[in-house]
């Protein structure tokens, strides 16, 4: 059996033309993607490939979807969101760490308890892409220096337009983590009313 | 946060609030560019849409963007040639006909004056004909005199704007990534939801605007061809375009068909079946084309609508009348995004 190589250069012999167009899209792809390419290890693709939600998308998916995203720096204590703003995008912790509290955001944000704290490859603010003309439930604050990625409702729309397949493959990543979601909520709700009926019948 | 991290606040809230004014002193300043450049945006707007089948289909998107450029160049450029020569020849017969023209209108007002002084017994005079005359004569005169200009900047347009249109439809996200990268974090979400919004709205105004004067324009030139009129596909152009222009536009489109067929058939009888196919058009736009295209999209009240129009025409003249609505659609926006309430999400 002769391999690709051999029937190329068969053909080149024998001066048989070619109909085959180069596709320069994905060779510069490649280009970039061989191992022994110096590439920073914190580019957005690598990154994204990281991350569990997106582990169905190809290499060439996350390049794709990469470019549609916003890189956003914020300082120790600077407040990403308040509890009742506009909620528009989605966001991954790139670096750094994210407070997230369940009360409206004053100018002293450190006397407040966070419910939660979110660290690299974590994600919050998955219906605000999903939802349209909805405000934020809580408030989300930068615990110290910290990069966020986002991909926010009108990247959604345009993805949609450009590369439909991708847009679909985010759109069920994200509905899955909603759909986690809610199937925790739903357990801890089984759960305090099986402590309610514990204590009732005390 | 620390002192340090404050004082970058600051800095970035004000580099976009430089960046903003910035913007907005070249509009209104520079018409040179400006003019171009929103013109580039409006066919961007238009545009885009085609340029996103062509790609889905496979085409490279370069290829796509030169095709959709190659089809709007022509489709332009070709009319206007032939326009050039049409209005050529009539700029050389303008000083011929003025004086037969002026023949022409002061029998008709001394038939008009006789008629009013034996029905009414008012003699009207010769004054307000001579100053009418004295006038038009001045001002097309004017007009004429300005073609030279104005072919002088059309001609820059023509170089411009699909210059600026490439790159619009190339790299429409690299060129709103730059706003965005200078707008401060705790208004990023806000000022991206706002400059979405409005490009959505702005876009789906402007299609369905080129939608009614292609429909109008249609209707008119096929009953002006059907009328036996002379330029009626110029004359169709002029009314579609006109069309933008709210209330005043179907009056202003309707003026230049009736003074031709006017002057060609020479008897204002003729003019009766031209008022009754702007009528028609207008008609047709008001009853179906504009409730089920416009008035959804621009979503004001008609005194909003009529204000808005005075104002522009106030501020900047008939290219004011033709912003005005994507401006108060814009206003309306911005007031409806600071003081909107929605639903609450869940995180």
Redesign the interface.
Known sequence: MSSFEQDQLKKIKEGVRSNDTLDVGLVKFLWQANVLNRTSKKTIPRFLRDLTILEDFSELELRNLSKFMHVRNFTANEIIFRKGDIALGFYFVFEGAVSIFNEEIGTKADSLQPVLTLARYDDFGELGLLQKDTTRSVSAVAKIPTVLIGIFQPDLDELVEAYPVIATKLIKSVSTIVAQRLFEVMQEVKLLQDKIRTLENK | ??AQ?QF??NKSVIVFIIFLIGCLLVFFMVPRITLPLGLAYVFYLMLRPFK?ML?KIGLPSTLAILIVLAGTTSAIVLPVIRGVALIEEEVVNFDYNIPNLEKYAKEKYIVTRQFIKEKIRIDIGNDHFQNGMNFVVEHSKKIIASIPQLFASFLEWTFLTPFFLFFFLKDD?GVR?IS?NLCP??L???Y??LT?QFNKKIGNYVFAKFIEASIIGIIIGIGLILMGVKFPIVLAIVAGVTNIIPYLGPILGAIPAIAVTAFQFGDFQQVLPVCILFLIANTVDMVFVFPLLVSKIVDLHPISVVLSVILGSQLFGVFGMIISIPMAVAIKLIFA?FF????????
């Open positions: 946060m620390s991290d970058r606040e996103s790609v996200r990534k965005l974090n705790f990023f979400e806000r991206y939801h979405y995004e909107s309430n929605g639903q609450t999400d869940e995180i």
